[in-house]
């Protein structure tokens, strides 16, 4: 059966980017008589705001999908623990200390999300003492895995290539695991047969590819769709213009007609759909 998921980040309200993105993900479902997902992805200590759970299944309902709430990440940090420890004991995890300014001055390279991490804790070892991320070692899981191959439904056939990330972080130092881990134990757990997301994350397969297959987990399919974007080309962010849900929804707006609005890409004046896959957050 075809099971695909929303998994927003309780960290700022959901607004029309993210009804878009719930909008294909349970279409993509529908279209097979599956099954689609709503999963909390709350593990972002400092920016999580557990009380805005409530408005994203209220939102999802106004907008006429039908969900079923898988738990929230919150409750699943022992599975993260034990396939981080999993990694560490094939010896393909290495702590690291380095902090982000520690890393913009030493990496000269700029990967995905950012400048990659130069290797510094991997040849040296972290400061002792100091608080510590665990980090992949990239060159040695691509070493080990091989190979790897995935397929986006939209853009076709894709060779893995998680190496451009470098050494990611798998266990953060201010959080239980990263996105890169949670979210892949998580599909595979909730048996998400198509990924479904916004283009803006399609690099982060890469590494959940690889990921699958370190940790020996089924491999889905992917469905990168495009992202709204402003009249600037940028994505749409909670941070700026874009106004939340949650707010229309209160204002009493037909939720059924944004949605409906949304699947034939009439959008607001100066709201696009781009497929870029650089996109500003
Ligand atoms: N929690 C992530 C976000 O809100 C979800 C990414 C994904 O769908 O994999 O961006």
């Known amino acids: 059966m075809t099971v695909t998921r929303f998994a927003p980040s309780p960290n700022g309200p959901l607004h029309l980017g993210h009804a878009f993105s719930a909008i294909v993900a349970h279409d993509r479902a529908k279209r097979d008589h599956g099954l689609f997902l709503l999963r909390i992805e709350d593990i972002d200590g400092a920016r999580s705001r557990p009380e805005l759970a409530q408005d994203f299944r209220a939102d999802l309902a106004w907008l006429g999908l039908d969900f079923r709430e898988v738990p929230p990440q919150s409750e699943r940090i022992g599975r993260y623990r034990a396939a981080a420890d999993l990694l560490r004991d094939k010896g393909l995890l290495y702590p690291c200390s ?7 001055a030493a990496a000269h390279v700029s990967g995905p999300d950012g400048p990659i991490y130069p290797g510094t804790c991997r040849v040296y070892g972290p400061k002792p003492g100091a608080d510590v ?32 990330f470098g050494d990611v972080v798998l266990w953060r130092k201010d959080a239980p695991a990263s996105y890169h881990l949670a979210a892949t ?54 941070r700026r213009d874009a106004p939340a849900l949650a707010d229309r929804r209160r204002a009493g707006e037909d939720g059924l007609a944004i949605a409906a609005a949304v699947r034939t890409a009439r959008f607001d004046t100066g709201i696009s759909l781009s497929d870029a896959l650089d996109q500003q957050a």
Do not use: Y
């Not at 991320?133 to 894709?158: F, S």
């Not at 495009?226 to 994505?235: E, M, N, Q, S």
């Open 185 to 238: 134990l998580d599909d595979a757990a909730d048996g998400v047969t198509h990924v479904t997301r916004g283009v803006d994350l399609f690099n982060a397969s890469h590494v959940h590819r690889l990921l699958q297959h370190l940790l020996g987990l089924p491999v889905p399919v992917w469905h990168h769709h495009p992202v709204l974007v402003d009249a600037g080309g940028r994505k749409l962010a909670k």
């Open 98 to 104: 380095c902090t982000r300014a520690e890393i913009a």
């Open 133 to 164: 991320a665990w980090r992949l070692d990239m060159n040695r899981a691509v070493e080990l895995a091989g190979p790897l191959e995935w397929t986006d439904e939209r853009r076709g056939p894709q060779m893995a290539r998680p190496g451009l």
